[in-house]
């Protein structure tokens, strides 16, 4: 062998070698994409599985929201207190008034009924949304150590918040006795 063919044969190793060496490289590469589209298409799917609800209401609840926050009402501090017993002394006063305030009548006549199109008269929750159960979640959400003191108003924007993740709807009373029923 020359030595002129043994350097050709040396090179032709050496650019093999380079050539094997990017081609792993490029594999791992490949193999990296792919677990992150597989990762991505996998939380694509998981979101499809739990679709979010965005519900029809949810700009004017944040543009309520934002009024609330300012006002100087609601400050008073509430501790050590169940979240049964909360439920129970404010659901059906603090928490009823609060969203007719919040859903005013103007803003009513404005929205006609969901379900016929005729007038709507109702602020309704709809089934598995019931008031004390979005108290309940908003509860949860922002207090959930009852030792630590809370303003009455954090729990009333969590509250109204909560509304938007649900079926809430404008209803004709006719619409909203029909509810839940087969
Ligand atoms: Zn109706």
């Keep these: 062998m020359s030595s002129e063919t043994r350097k ?7 650019l093999r070698r380079n050539e ?3 081609k792993s490289k490029q594999k791992k ?8 589209f597989e990762k991505e298409v996998e939380s694509q799917a998981k979101a ?3 679709p979010f609800f965005s519900n029809p209401h949810a700009a004017e609840i944040d543009r309520q929201i934002e009024a609330f926050r300012k006002s100087r009402k609601w400050n008073t501090k509430i ?7 909360f439920i129970e002394d404010f659901k059906s006063n603090v928490f009823t008034n609060f969203v007719q305030h919040t859903f005013t009548k103007s803003y ?9 199109g005729g007038k709507s008269e109702n602020r309704c929750h709809g089934p598995g949304d019931e008031r004390p159960i979005l108290i309940k979640r ?3 959400r922002v207090w959930p150590d009852t030792s630590k003191e809370i303003a009455l108003k954090e729990i009333m ?14 209803k004709c009373r006719a619409c909203h006795v029909k509810e839940g029923k087969p």
């Design 138 to 140: 908003a509860l949860e």
């Design 108 to 116: 009513l006549k404005k929205h006609n009924c969901a379900d016929c």
């Design 20 to 22: 094997s060496s990017r």
């Design 79 to 85: 501790i050590n207190t169940s979240h049964a017993d």
């Design 157 to 170: 924007v969590a509250f109204l918040e909560e509304h938007k993740n649900t079926k809430f709807a404008l």
């Design 8 to 14: 050709k044969n040396t090179e032709e190793q050496r």
């Design 48 to 50: 499809e599985e739990t």
């Design 29 to 36: 590469r490949d193999a990296e994409i792919s677990i992150v």
